[in-house]
């Protein structure tokens, strides 16, 4: 994650990579791109990169397998939580800012405290 595209990355098991990406722009004039999901490519913007339509379950489906990355940060809580909208995602990244404000690392993973 770079702060303005969400990939994953999807390996099968011959070794084949297949890329998925979010846009996640601050710009006004890409925010509409938000809520799509491109595949073929690490960004959107790159060759081979097709926008998929009709498939927004696949996108939250996506969406769940990155919230259970081991090695997820508070910033890909808030990528997360800007392509889902869900009250759930911006309220970890809230508590995570709080635990971060007040000297602490990143919060624990597990989603216990919801």
Not at 32 to 38: E, N, P, Q, T, V
Request: glycine letters at 8%.
């Amino acid at each position: 994650m770079d702060g303005g595209t969400t990939t994953v990355e999807l390996v099968d098991n011959k070794d084949h990579v297949f890329f998925l990406c979010f846009p996640n722009s601050m710009l006004d004039e890409e925010k509409h791109l938000r809520d799509k999901i491109f595949i073929g490519a690490q960004h959107y913007q790159h060759q081979g990169s097709i926008l998929l339509v009709g498939y927004e379950h696949t996108k939250y489906y996506l969406l769940e397998l990155l919230l259970e990355k081991k090695d997820r940060t508070i910033i890909d809580d808030r990528a997360i939580a800007k392509i889902t909208g869900r009250i759930r995602n911006w309220a970890r990244v809230a508590y995570g800012t709080l635990v971060m404000l007040l000297g602490g690392d990143d919060p624990p993973l597990d989603a216990s405290w919801w």
